[in-house]
């Protein structure tokens, strides 16, 4: 089994909230394994250790605690141990108790394997999610009681504990939301943490009754909250034919796990596509998506009522020019339409936006796009080409793509009289 269908066995979210605990502790000792079996000892102070074994290809645990649920939390800490710092474990022969445990299993009258249907497998992750809304929604009127000042004097632990804690409870969706709290500054600390906050609350209120909700709408709560959507379902889905601008792209890494969000644009459709990728380490990505390039073919979006996420399986070279470019000639325009699709969804992280005349500005040491009405919105603080945009606009209206977050602008490409080039 992988370490993922082995967390899967955890009897409750709090049994995996304790073995993440045990997965920190220095406590181990003895840590080893032999490609079938992982195995530690846990010192408890004196007395005789306790003694935990994992047979990794069955999911088979033992453990010398008296702790009722099995799997218990040492057996689950072992699994975290095994995916996440492997080289605490060293592989060799093991001790005479493993033995033992290893001979009793042979032993033991040999059982089918976990021949679940996929409903069920998914219901009882639906019962994990709903014990970590449960846990979330805790921690969210815990904040409120306190305020915001308090919770941010206890620094980033508090943030990267509770997104641990949805992580064990299969929404890592949510808790990628609550890790990106951990890395923000000062500035603007407090409206970004409340907005996220606000957001995780209306996702809690929305899970309550995601059994009532529209198919299309319910299938969009799980995206957020991070339960992905097989490929083959996609691929079943009514695909939608077009020639397609790649027109921004967004690169960026989590730990050891990289991503990338690609935008595209149907010529005939008007529609944006997002292609999202990962890669772990220094792997690259399956795909190429230059930049400018245009591509034909059938792409098939995920479920949801404001569909943008997609796969596109079989781009075939476009080979000709794309003549499907039409941007908003005004932050007001843009907000109109942004108004609506918020109104579908609330849960919009990134609005991709064409914006036909904007010029960039700097004021009080702020980076600001402003139109030719006026209006103003602040570029993301983290936005490094501000000095490339005033190479190519010469303080001139210039058009821009970019990725809107309902707060701030992300400059993607320029179009220039050659063709799109990075922002």
């Not at 219901?123 to 709903?130: F, P, Q, T, V």
């Not at 996609?234 to 939608?240: D, E, F, K, N, T």
């Not at 796009?369 to 303080?395: C, H, K, M, N």
């Amino acid at each position: 089994m992988s370490v993922d269908h082995l967390l899967q066995l955890s009897p409750d979210a709090k049994s995996l909230e304790s073995g993440r605990r045990l997965f920190y502790s220095r406590r181990w000792r003895l840590l080893g394994g032999d490609g079938q079996w992982i195995w530690g000892e846990f010192d408890v102070g004196g007395k005789r250790p306790i003694q935990s074994a994992v047979q990794v290809v069955e999911g088979r645990f033992n453990c010398s605690c008296r702790g009722r649920a099995r799997p218990c939390a040492h057996g689950l800490a072992l699994v975290l141990l095994l995916g996440n710092n492997p080289d605490r474990i060293t592989v060799g022969q093991p001790p005479d108790w493993v033995r033992s445990v290893q001979h009793q299993a042979t032993k033991a009258p040999r059982v089918a394997k976990d021949v679940k249907k996929v409903g069920d497998r998914f219901a009882d992750r639906l019962e994990l999610m709903d014990a970590g809304v449960d846990e979330l929604e805790l921690r969210l009127l815990d904040i409120a009681r306190r305020g915001i000042a308090d919770t941010m004097g206890q620094g980033t632990e508090s943030w990267l504990a509770a997104s641990a804690s949805l992580t064990d409870a299969k929404l890592p969706g949510l808790a990628g939301r609550l890790r990106r709290l951990a890395t923000l500054g000062s500035d603007g600390t407090e409206a970004e943490i409340a907005r996220t906050l606000g957001d995780l609350y209306l996702f809690v209120r929305a899970w309550r009754k995601h059994d009532e909700l529209p198919h299309e709408r319910r299938q969009e709560l799980y995206q957020v909250a991070g339960v992905n959507t097989k490929r083959d379902e996609l691929l079943r889905r009514a695909p939608v034919q077009d020639h397609w601008l790649v027109l921004g792209t967004v690169e960026g890494r989590e730990d050891r796990l990289r991503y990338r969000r690609v935008w595209l644009r149907g010529e005939r459709t008007r529609r944006f596509a997002l292609l999202l990728d990962f890669a772990f380490g220094e792997m690259a990505f399956e795909q190429s998506w230059p930049l400018s390039g245009s591509f034909d073919g059938e792409i098939h979006f995920y479920p949801g009522s404001y569909p943008q996420r997609a796969i596109f399986p079989t781009p075939r070279a476009g080979g000709r020019p794309y003549n499907g470019l039409k941007g908003y000639d005004s932050f007001a325009d843009m907000l109109d339409n942004y108004r609506r699709a918020l109104a579908v969804v609330p849960w919009l992280l990134q609005y991709p936006v064409y914006l036909n005349a904007v010029r960039p500005v700097r004021q009080s040491g702020e980076l600001l796009l402003v139109d030719e009405a006026g209006a103003a919105f602040p570029v993301q603080p983290d936005f490094t080409g501000f000095y490339r945009l005033l190479a190519v606009s010469g303080g001139a209206p210039m058009t821009v793509f970019a990725e809107f977050d309902g707060y701030r602008l992300l400059p993607l490409s320029i179009l220039t009289d050659l063709g799109l080039v990075e922002a």
